[in-house]
């Protein structure tokens, strides 16, 4: 079964560096997104991407995070100036649909901010 | 926005037994998921169900959109069933919106 996949597994960055996670969504699938878990809460949708442009946000997509597909297979999540409370699990999905589709969950970045 | 609340907030069950979890949504349905957030931190998608009742294994799911809420049955539970289950509900178009999810322990 296709999946999603992410790298790196764990990032450490140091506090005021940027940082790149990257994601290879499922081949045929049109919707990108990125969410974000802060350990022991729940996950919460940072951005939705489609057709090569930002279709939604949340509050916590401010500007220093973007999102990008610099080619056919590849989407990646840059955050300009890490802080501390950005240590978080990143997980980007992707789906055929919207509506009437399932999001397929990639396993994850852990990024820790020092 | 749409709210979704999952209970029990913690379950702890000896290997063998059965459980239900609950999922209560706000809104009316399009698209209802559920996940399964292993040790590692992986989040395993168990099953697509905006309406009806699904099985796969000893897991399935029953959602009752006109009522609101959605039932993840797992039945003779494994120590490897343990870790946090997620139901998941789009807002909009495409925002997924999480419950804060159910920790389940089995013990051996």
């Known amino acids: 079964e296709p999946e999603v996949t992410q790298t790196p597994s764990h990032q450490v960055t140091q506090m005021g560096q940027e940082v790149i996670l990257r994601c290879v969504p499922i081949?045929?699938?049109?919707?990108f997104y990125w969410y974000r878990q802060i350990l022991g809460q729940k996950v919460e949708f940072l951005v939705s991407?489609?057709?090569?442009?930002?279709?939604?946000k949340s509050e916590i997509f401010d500007d220093q995070f973007s999102v990008e597909r610099p080619d056919g297979s590849n989407f990646t999540l840059k955050i300009r100036s890490t802080k501390l409370e950005d240590s978080a699990m990143y997980f980007c999905?992707?789906?055929?649909?919207?509506?009437?589709?399932?999001?397929?969950f990639g396993d994850g970045t852990r990024l820790s901010i020092l | 926005g749409i709210q979704v609340e999952q209970s029990p907030p913690d379950l702890i069950l000896q290997e063998g037994a059965n459980s239900t979890l609950r999922c209560n949504f706000s809104?009316?349905?399009?698209?209802l998921q559920w996940f399964h957030q292993n040790p590692w931190g992986q989040l395993i998608n168990l099953f697509y169900?905006?309406?009806g009742t699904k099985q796969n294994g000893r897991l399935s799911a029953t959602t009752v959109a006109t009522e609101r809420y959605s039932l993840l049955y797992i039945s003779s539970s494994q120590t490897t069933d343990s870790g946090v289950y997620f139901c998941?509900?789009?807002?909009?178009?495409?925002?997924?919106?999480f419950g804060q999810g159910t920790r389940l322990t089995i013990n051996p």
């Open positions: 999905a992707s789906s055929a649909g919207t509506l009437y589709q399932p999001q397929h």
């Open positions: 081949s045929n699938h049109l919707y």
């Open positions: 991407f489609y057709n090569n442009e930002i279709s939604e």
């Open positions: 809104d009316s349905v399009n698209n």
């Open positions: 169900i905006p309406s």
């Open positions: 998941a509900l789009i807002q909009g178009a495409q925002k997924l919106v």
